[in-house]
């Protein structure tokens, strides 16, 4: 493809396939309401549903043994009407609690806190200025996508600092501003769901899988470690492909750049090299991490470690998984203060109380989603009518054949053509968790392959939606690269990467999962069986 979007000025009458398709996602996402309104349509729609179904007497049978928690004495799933008295008493009794006790509330903000320490004192953006720009010229590509993938710990830092800063990296070596641009935007977007350290997304993730898990198995647990060596291995690889892609596919394409295209009058690329203070303070905050990584190990890895299971001795159910929001909150909290310190950015209580309150204070959006999220997910499994449609849909895939594998594949693509019109991860798992999770539960399949599989679709199409919240931020720095830039310039320039990840990350976690055998996180099981 040029790098000129023809398509995107043609005539009505003259525009292509692709422009046609774009769209045509544009004009589907449009259509979506507001994620919260979203939420509370589902939940209404759910309580009206379960008295339809109800006067059906819409039912399955239950696929667990006898004896588990849960399941009926004569081993049938009913629906639970909520149009009823009984139903509007559980209801209104239920609604505060729901949203107090839903699992992602609670420890995303306790994760926040600790990140917002790491993110207002400077620590993080100064950890991926150091980072890119310390980078050889043979490597700048690959860490600039590595960069980007890690900067997902500290939400919009990626798309605000490091996707406009790869553009200037790449203009003053000469080489085409919008490669860099590209290379940035697919570690940040591509890659979500990659990275070496558990973010505050991680929690958020697994609190949703654990409630669509326990409308199977009532005592099933899922800690926002659940993905973690997956992603580990992961990060390297989307770095990897990044790469790549950027500089055999992208750049090639780009050619050489001309600074009369540029929208505004670029002057000399200036990059403000670390200080002499803040390389100090990463000293300082890289030592205290050091430190505190290895009283962790102390308390985890040798066998009369405090933090492993009481009982058992492992770290599988161990006080440490079940915690872990806490270390994370910690692991940033304390080196983001000492690098404030050093820095000055932080010199009393106050600056610290402010940077999480500031954080806090952004969050408005997200509480308020939780709120109505939380009532559709209880409303759900108070029906019954998650678990029916779970194993009439477990039913149906064994009678097709689909159970093996080559589900994921499915999976994964539907996940990402739903992410091109619904570009929340959050909102987009909330609504798919309490179907799949307990549908290829009952396939066989642990609730962190599942989720590991979806974060796949989630992450590989961010890149070619107009529905990315980001996407407009996106676009105005490419256009100062490129005054006639538009949609489907940038889209077309992305779709390369879209392709080549979601090829390569699904062949890698074919390979993790079903060829090596490898669990996706700490203590995570890749089969799920009834009773085990």
Same mark, same amino acid.
């Given at each position: 493809?040029?790098?000129?979007?023809?398509?995107?000025?043609?005539?009505?009458?003259?525009?292509?396939?692709?422009?046609?398709?774009?769209?045509?996602?544009?004009?589907?996402?449009?259509?979506?309401?507001?994620?919260?309104?979203?939420?509370?349509?589902?939940?209404?729609?759910?309580?009206?549903?379960?008295?339809?179904?109800?006067?059906?007497?819409?039912?399955?049978?239950?696929?667990?043994?006898?004896?588990?928690?849960?399941?009926?004495?004569?081993?049938?799933?009913?629906?639970?009407?909520?149009?009823?008295?009984?139903?509007?008493?559980?209801?209104?009794?239920?609604?505060?609690?729901?949203?107090?006790?839903?699992?992602?509330?609670?420890?995303?903000?306790?994760?926040?806190?600790?990140?917002?320490?790491?993110?207002?004192?400077?620590?993080?953006?100064?950890?991926?200025?150091?980072?890119?720009? #310390?980078?050889?010229?043979?490597?700048?590509?690959?860490?600039?996508?590595?960069? #980007?993938?890690?900067?997902?710990?500290?939400?919009?830092?990626?798309?605000?600092?490091?996707?406009?800063?790869?553009?200037?990296?790449?203009?003053?070596?000469?080489?085409?501003?919008?490669?860099?641009?590209?290379?940035?935007?697919?570690?940040?977007?591509?890659?979500?769901?990659?990275?070496?350290?558990?973010?505050?997304?991680?929690?958020?993730?697994?609190?949703?899988?654990?409630?669509?898990?326990?409308?199977?198995?009532?005592?099933?647990?899922?800690?926002?470690?659940?993905?973690?060596?997956?992603?580990? *291995?992961?990060?390297?690889?989307?770095?990897?492909?990044?790469?790549?892609?950027?500089?055999?596919?992208?750049?090639?394409?780009?050619?050489?750049?001309?600074?009369?295209?540029?929208?505004?009058?670029?002057?000399?690329?200036?990059?403000?090299?670390?200080?002499?203070?803040?390389?100090? #303070?990463?000293?300082?905050?890289?030592?205290?991490?050091?430190?505190?990584?290895?009283?962790?190990?102390?308390?985890?890895?040798?066998?009369?470690?405090?933090?492993?299971?009481?009982?058992?001795?492992?770290?599988?159910?161990?006080?440490?998984?079940? #915690?872990?929001?806490?270390?994370?909150?910690?692991?940033? *909290?304390?080196?983001?203060?000492?690098?404030?310190?050093?820095?000055?950015?932080?010199?009393?209580?106050?600056?610290?109380?402010?940077?999480?309150?500031?954080?806090?204070?952004?969050?408005?959006?997200?509480?308020?989603?939780?709120?109505?999220?939380?009532?559709?997910?209880?409303?759900?499994?108070?029906?019954?009518?998650?678990?029916?449609?779970?194993?009439?849909?477990?039913?149906?895939?064994?009678?097709?054949?689909?159970?093996?594998?080559?589900?994921?594949?499915?999976?994964?693509?539907?996940?990402?053509?739903?992410?091109?019109?619904?570009?929340?991860?959050?909102?987009?798992?909330?609504?798919?968790?309490?179907?799949?999770?307990?549908?290829?539960?009952?396939?066989?399949?642990?609730?962190?392959?599942?989720?590991?599989?979806?974060?796949?679709?989630?992450?590989?199409?961010?890149?070619?939606?107009?529905?990315?919240?980001?996407?407009?931020?996106?676009?105005?720095?490419?256009?100062?690269?490129?005054?006639?830039?538009?949609?489907?310039?940038?889209?077309?320039?992305?779709?390369?990467?879209?392709?080549?990840?979601?090829?390569?990350?699904?062949?890698?976690?074919?390979?993790?999962?079903?060829?090596?055998?490898?669990?996706?996180?700490?203590?995570?099981?890749?089969?799920?069986?009834?009773?085990?």
């Amino acid at each position: 493809m040029s790098a000129t979007d023809n398509s995107a000025n043609a005539e009505p009458g003259k525009r292509g396939w692709f422009t046609r398709f774009l769209d045509t996602v544009e004009w589907l996402g449009n259509l979506l309401p507001h994620p919260v309104t979203l939420f509370a349509m589902f939940a209404l729609a759910v309580v009206l549903g379960s008295g339809i179904a109800a006067y059906f007497d819409v039912s399955a049978l239950d696929p667990r043994p006898e004896g588990t928690a849960g399941r009926a004495a004569d081993g049938v799933i009913r629906v639970v009407n909520l149009v009823s008295v009984d139903g509007l008493q559980r209801i209104v009794s239920n609604l505060v609690t729901n949203f107090t006790s839903f699992p992602p509330l609670g420890v995303v903000l306790v994760a926040l806190l600790g990140v917002s320490i790491a993110e207002h004192s400077g620590l993080i953006s100064a950890a991926m200025r150091g980072l890119v720009m #310390g980078a050889s010229k043979r490597m700048v590509t690959v860490t600039i996508v590595f960069a #980007g993938i890690i900067s997902n710990t500290a939400s919009e830092l990626g798309y605000v600092v490091l996707i406009p800063m790869a553009a200037v990296i790449f203009h003053s070596l000469g080489r085409h501003p919008l490669a860099g641009l590209a290379a940035a935007f697919a570690g940040v977007s591509g890659g979500y769901s990659a990275n070496l350290f558990i973010g505050t997304v991680d929690p958020l993730l697994a609190g949703f899988t654990q409630s669509a898990a326990n409308l199977i198995d009532p005592n099933y647990t899922v800690g926002p470690e659940a993905n973690w060596f997956f992603m580990i *291995a992961s990060t390297f690889f989307i770095a990897a492909l990044g790469a790549f892609v950027t500089e055999k596919i992208v750049e090639p394409k780009l050619g050489r750049y001309d600074v009369s295209e540029a929208a505004v009058d670029l002057g000399a690329p200036q990059l403000d090299k670390l200080s002499v203070v803040e390389k100090r #303070g990463l000293k300082a905050a890289g030592l205290a991490f050091l430190a505190l990584g290895i009283l962790l190990a102390i308390s985890v890895v040798p066998e009369w470690g405090p933090l492993r299971h009481p009982e058992t001795g492992l770290v599988a159910g161990s006080p440490f998984l079940k #915690g872990i929001v806490v270390f994370i909150f910690i692991t940033f *909290a304390i080196p983001g203060y000492i690098y404030g310190r050093v820095v000055g950015t932080m010199k009393t209580d106050r600056d610290v109380i402010n940077a999480m309150a500031k954080s806090i204070s952004s969050m408005g959006l997200y509480i308020v989603l939780v709120f109505f999220a939380a009532q559709f997910v209880a409303f759900f499994g108070w029906s019954n009518l998650g678990s029916i449609l779970a194993v009439n849909g477990a039913t149906l895939l064994q009678d097709i054949g689909l159970t093996g594998p080559g589900l994921f594949v499915v999976f994964i693509a539907m996940c990402a053509l739903v992410n091109l019109s619904l570009g929340s991860a959050s909102a987009q798992w909330a609504i798919f968790a309490p179907i799949f999770v307990p549908m290829l539960m009952i396939v066989g399949y642990s609730p962190e392959v599942i989720q590991a599989a979806y974060r796949i679709g989630d992450s590989v199409t961010n890149l070619i939606t107009p529905m990315m919240s980001y996407f407009g931020l996106i676009l105005a720095v490419a256009a100062r690269y490129k005054k006639d830039l538009g949609i489907g310039t940038l889209i077309a320039t992305m779709l390369p990467y879209t392709m080549v990840f979601f090829v390569g990350w699904v062949a890698l976690f074919y390979l993790w999962v079903f060829v090596f055998n490898l669990p996706v996180g700490p203590g995570s099981p890749t089969y799920y069986q009834f009773g085990g």
